[in-house]
């Protein structure tokens, strides 16, 4: 069987929001997390919630946040990292009147890289002047790569309403799917360019508007993440669109001595499954925990290690062979996916060694279509898993492709 996961316009074979900053992890798909001591990021303003966190090109990170007062007054915060845990407090980037932004309360929730690098983030828009107070859902653009500096122009996408927010945006190279909050559902919409013609909105999670964040698992399933009753809890889907509620909380407010917890914000630091949350009623900072599940790195072998588009074999073999501790017996071979897209056709186990293949034309055009690789060119291609007593694996290994004549 054949499982899609949704994926990235530059990053297609993770789920990413920003090339640079993968979230296919194990680890971030966690029902079980670790409260972190302290705070991560405390702002000088009476109210901080994270809303998006992303790797630069320096090899720090940035985390965007909302920096103000209270709901009706903020702007995006903006602080970085080289760990994940210790974060510097950089100021405001987008500023109620600032920057060109016409006294709209600008705060970035999601940030994608377009074709040829430029940076696109997707943002909430509150006018602080105006009663009662209505949001909108606008994008602007960047040619900064490290994202701090923004046009300062705005592009509506979903005009002011009453309750909407938190876009957060995954696209395919045809498709971008827009995840946000609208009256009292977490609902999803589609467009072919990310700017207009978007689908009628499809309610997802009913009774659950709050920010989340999603990611993507080993083995194509999603995960969502939500604050609720006062808690983090989460849900999954295997489609994106049917979410089932997971049992118990991700985190409790008493783990940090607060009473409220919300506006759960997942990154990958440097292989480390970090949540970023805001906490109630100690609004000023920013706090974090760190997922405990295991990720166990497989080491993989794919034959032909050249693939030639032009040749006429029927299959892309993997071997997959795990470390000392771990039998590839207790591997779930339905949960196999290579690029997180192509399900295993044929498998067995040699010596120690799981043996498993994939269509070759389903991954040259994968490849062509997908990827739009040009050749010849060396491609590093993921494979994961799932083991039957719920650990992840994953691995990869780099393969030459040709096309002679093409």
């Given at each position: 069987?054949?499982?899609?996961?949704?994926?990235?316009?530059?990053?297609?074979?993770?789920?990413?929001?920003?090339?640079?900053?993968?979230?296919?992890?194990?680890?971030?798909?966690?029902?079980?997390?670790?409260?972190?001591?302290?705070?991560?990021?405390?702002?000088?303003?009476?109210?901080v919630h994270p809303t998006f966190v992303m790797g630069r090109p320096d090899g720090k990170y940035g985390m965007y946040f909302y920096d103000g007062n209270g709901w009706t007054f903020g702007d995006t915060g903006y602080a970085t990292s080289t760990d994940g845990m210790n974060w510097t407090y950089e100021g405001r980037i987008m500023t109620d009147g600032g920057n060109g932004f016409d006294n709209?309360?600008?705060?970035?929730?999601?940030?994608?890289?377009?074709p040829g690098g430029r940076l696109r983030a997707y943002c909430d828009g509150m006018r602080s002047n105006q009663v009662p107070v209505k949001t909108s859902i606008f994008y602007t653009e960047t040619d900064d790569s490290y994202g701090v500096t923004w046009s300062g122009s705005r592009s509506l996408v979903f005009p002011e309403e009453e309750s909407i927010g938190c876009p957060r945006i995954y696209a395919t190279g045809t498709v971008y799917t827009m995840y946000f909050y609208s009256?009292?559902?977490?609902?999803?919409?589609?467009?072919?360019?990310?700017?207009d013609n978007w689908s009628s909105r499809q309610v997802v999670v009913a009774g659950a508007a709050n920010a989340f964040d999603i990611v993507s698992c080993p083995g194509g399933d999603l995960r969502m993440f939500v604050g609720k009753d006062g808690s983090i809890k989460s849900l999954s889907s295997s489609d994106g669109t049917a979410w089932t509620w997971d049992i118990g909380s991700r985190l409790t407010p008493d783990l940090y001595g607060q009473t409220s917890l919300g506006t759960p914000v997942l990154a990958d630091i440097s292989g480390v499954a970090k949540m970023y949350i805001f906490a109630s009623p100690?609004?000023?900072?920013?706090?974090?925990?760190?997922?405990?599940?295991?990720?166990?790195?497989a080491t993989l072998y794919i034959d032909p290690d050249t693939l030639n588009l032009k040749s006429k074999g029927k299959w892309i073999t993997c071997y997959i062979e795990l470390p000392e501790g771990y039998d590839v017996g207790d591997i779930d071979v339905g949960s196999i996916l290579l690029e997180t897209v192509l399900g295993v056709e044929h498998s067995d186990v040699q010596d120690g060694v799981l043996m498993v293949k994939f269509d070759r034309d389903d991954l040259i055009f994968y490849l062509e279509s997908v990827l739009g690789i040009q050749t010849p060119d060396d491609v590093t291609l993921m494979v994961t898993g799932e083991l039957t007593d719920g650990t992840f694996f994953d691995g990869s290994d780099t393969i030459k492709v040709i096309n002679p004549g093409g």
């Open positions: 069987m054949k499982k899609l996961a949704l994926t990235t316009m530059l990053f297609v074979a993770v789920w990413s929001r920003f090339a640079s900053e993968p979230l296919l992890a194990a680890d971030l798909c966690a029902l079980t997390w670790t409260a972190d001591p302290g705070m991560r990021v405390i702002g000088p303003s009476g109210c709209i309360n600008a705060v970035i929730t999601s940030i994608i890289e377009l009256g009292n559902d977490i609902v999803i919409a589609t467009s072919a360019n990310g700017i100690d609004r000023q900072g920013v706090y974090s925990a760190t997922a405990t599940s295991i990720l166990v790195q």
